[in-house]
């Protein structure tokens, strides 16, 4: 099994940046690829970013791309999610997750592709 653990959430204004960490432990060696989703107040989950743990590739949901950037730190099992220029409808909580052994039939973008996840870390931005 892998534990993970989000750090970094909080409140900032519009137009601010917030950086989010990631932390790994346990079966690392499984670890294939690694996510963010959010959760705004009354909806879905959604995809944000992931990033390829070995060849780091990275991917990104429309809505972030030129504002999120997705980075990984094999040596300390960390992925960061560097969020700049920040909109009140980037208000959520903020989700990690694990792929195990590989990406399945559901693809990188969908949750149902993530074997392990965070507890979540809330992200507040005021307009």
């Known amino acids: 099994q892998v534990q993970l653990v989000e750090s970094g959430g909080g409140l900032v204004q519009a137009g601010g940046s917030l950086g989010l960490s990631c932390a790994a432990s346990?079966?690392?060696?499984?670890?294939?690829?690694i996510g963010w989703f959010r959760q705004p107040p009354s909806k879905e989950r959604e995809f944000v970013a992931a990033?390829?743990?070995?060849?780091?590739?990275?991917y990104s949901a429309d809505s972030v791309k030129g504002r999120f950037t997705i980075s990984r730190d094999r040596a300390k099992n960390t992925v960061l999610l560097q969020m700049n220029n920040l909109a009140p409808e980037d208000t959520a909580v903020y989700y990690c997750?694990?792929?195990?052994w590989g990406i399945g039939n559901h693809g990188i973008y969908s949750s149902r592709s993530y074997d392990y996840w965070g507890q979540g870390t809330q992200v507040t931005v005021s307009s």
């Open positions: 346990g079966s690392t060696r499984s670890i294939d690829t």
């Open positions: 997750a694990v792929v195990a």
């Open positions: 990033i390829t743990w070995r060849a780091g590739n990275t």
